[in-house]
């Protein structure tokens, strides 16, 4: 069957002739794709001698025809700025010219690449396209965040339509599930303080201070810290992946023709779920960092528990705590928004997924350093 397929297909032929000011091509047969390409260049040859607006096709003699071929044969007029007007076609066929401009719709002819160009002006121009793209993905991420705010607000004034399941096993994903690599990760951090401390406030004969630093560092700044950056890089990145999954399989479309509110079902209870754990993964941290901390120095220092915690106690206030827990809330909201604002923008393709994740946990952690700085300046305005 596929020889005599191409056997009756062969008789595609086309004839090139001149009227006056008019170049007219003549296709013959059958223009399908298995016999289409001979005729290639003799197409090229008229389109690079001939005016595009002067171009007639006479398709009183063609038989069956395809995309390709209506593509072939409409490139020759597509220059011209009526590509598809009446005088460029001769002779009926059933569905030739309905098919050269459905062809040409949704087709665009490219242009060769340019070459690439080195040099101070093409890193300017690089450097603007960067600036550009991080104020939209910036404005986008505002304007995800709003969105998200008044769906929290419509489900606040209207108790019914905020959904428990879901946020109860965010819950349990972000915070119990990741509790053990985040205190695994502060006890080492708050090692590694005491250890530091410990080598540099010896050789000054301070090395009770140690107590302070371990302190204050993991109370105000480590322990929160470290837990924002593992929610970035742990639970940002599964919420990309789940959400964006679901846009891929047409699953997010499917709810919204199902009626369902993809902010209600997806958005609302993992930003719920980060902003409610984050200041209980944040207090573990701290528990892990100091026990850390105090582990080293009684090894290194013989500084007994007794007299750590009683130092702990009498010097460190208890502002400094509330100060570390106080960043976790938003730092836990802005992770979350952030990877669900990824996941929404996944398109039709796994390339698409891939760069929406690695977009997710880079911006995440970029917002974090930034908001612990800002946070830092306030409070020492503040005197806190």
């Known amino acids: 069957m596929r020889g005599m397929r191409d056997e009756s297909s062969a008789r595609a032929e086309l004839v090139v002739r001149e009227e006056g000011e ?10 399908v794709i298995d016999t289409i390409g001979r005729h290639d260049n003799a ?47 001769v002779g009926q066929h059933r569905t030739v010219r309905r098919l ?37 993905e910036a404005v986008d991420t505002f304007a995800f965040f709003g969105r998200t705010l008044t769906t929290g607000l419509s489900c606040f004034f209207q108790p019914w339509r905020f959904r428990l399941t879901p946020t109860v096993w965010a819950m349990e994903e972000v915070g119990v599930n990741a509790l053990p690599i985040v205190a695994t990760l502060t006890f080492f951090i708050g090692a590694v303080v005491a250890f530091m401390g410990a080598t540099l406030l ?4 301070a090395s009770v201070f140690t ?34 999954a679901m846009k891929m399989q047409q699953e997010v479309d499917a709810m919204r023709v199902l009626g369902l509110d993809p902010y209600e079902a997806l958005v609302l209870p993992r930003v719920v779920a980060c902003v409610l754990m984050a200041p209980l993964l944040t207090f573990g ?35 400094h705590f509330w100060v570390g827990m106080s960043k976790a809330p938003v730092f836990g909201m802005v992770v979350a ?28 952690i970029f917002a974090i350093i930034v908001l612990e700085a800002l946070f830092a300046m306030m409070y020492l305005e503040l005197g806190i």
């Not at 008019?22 to 223009?31: C, K, Q, S, V």
């Not at 040859?45 to 995309?67: F, K, N, Q, Y």
């Open 22 to 31: 008019r170049t007219i091509l003549e296709p013959h047969g059958d223009w």
């Open 43 to 89: 197409i090229r040859a008229v389109e690079a001698s001939a005016d595009p607006c002067s171009i007639v096709v006479d398709v009183s003699h063609l038989g069956r025809v395809d995309t390709a071929g209506a593509y072939l044969l409409g490139r020759a007029t597509r220059k011209c700025p009526t590509p598809d007007a009446d005088f460029h076609f």
């Open 100 to 136: 050269i401009e459905e062809v040409r719709m949704r087709t665009q002819i490219c242009g060769p690449d340019e070459e690439p160009t080195f040099g101070f002006i093409k890193a300017l121009a690089r450097l603007g396209a960067g600036i550009e793209v991080a104020y939209q």
């Open 202 to 205: 010896q050789s000054f004969g």
């Open 211 to 244: 107590v302070d630093l371990v302190g204050l560092s993991i109370l105000r700044e480590f322990g929160v810290l470290i837990t924002a950056i593992m929610l970035a890089a742990r639970s940002d990145s599964a919420f990309t992946a789940s959400i964006g």
């Open 285 to 319: 941290a701290m528990v892990a960092g100091i026990f850390g901390g105090m582990l080293v120095t009684w090894s290194a220092q013989d500084i007994s528990p007794a007299l750590f915690f009683t130092r702990l106690h009498s010097e460190i206030d208890i502002s």
């Open 337 to 364: 928004i952030i990877g669900c604002r990824q996941g929404m923008q996944v398109q039709g393709d796994v390339e698409s997924l891939g760069r929406r994740v690695t977009a997710s946990v880079v911006q995440s």
